[in-house]
């Protein structure tokens, strides 16, 4: 059990290969894990030994999360997708990089 999402209702998670990320009913997203390329989503490269909110989801319903090997995806409940971490080869789809 992961006592730092106690009290929190888990609808969604997704484990990268060295990252994990989450959805709670309130549509907040957790991540964990090994931050290097930015794959936590939390603006910095810092390991997070236990889940912490990404703040930058705060007032948007997130209902599903994959994590890929240093990156991750949110699909919101408009329709939305967000990408973020590493987007070597295209892969975030930003068209940037």
């Known amino acids: ?10 609808v969604a998670v997704s484990a990268g290969a060295s990252h994990s990320v989450a959805v709670t009913a309130d549509g907040a ?5 090994n931050g290097g390329l930015g794959k936590l989503g939390h603006g910095d490269y810092q390991n997070t030994m236990l ?30 997708l967000w990408s973020w971490g590493n987007g070597d080869f ?8």
């Open 1 to 10: 059990k992961i006592e730092a999402l106690a009290g929190q209702r888990v």
């Open 90 to 97: 295209g892969k975030l789809g930003h068209g940037d990089e």
């Open 29 to 33: 997203v957790w991540s964990w894990g």
């Open 51 to 80: 889940p912490k909110e990404i703040e930058s989801f705060a007032g948007r319903r997130v209902i599903a999360v994959s994590a890929g090997t240093n990156y991750s995806l949110a699909l919101t409940a408009d329709g939305s």
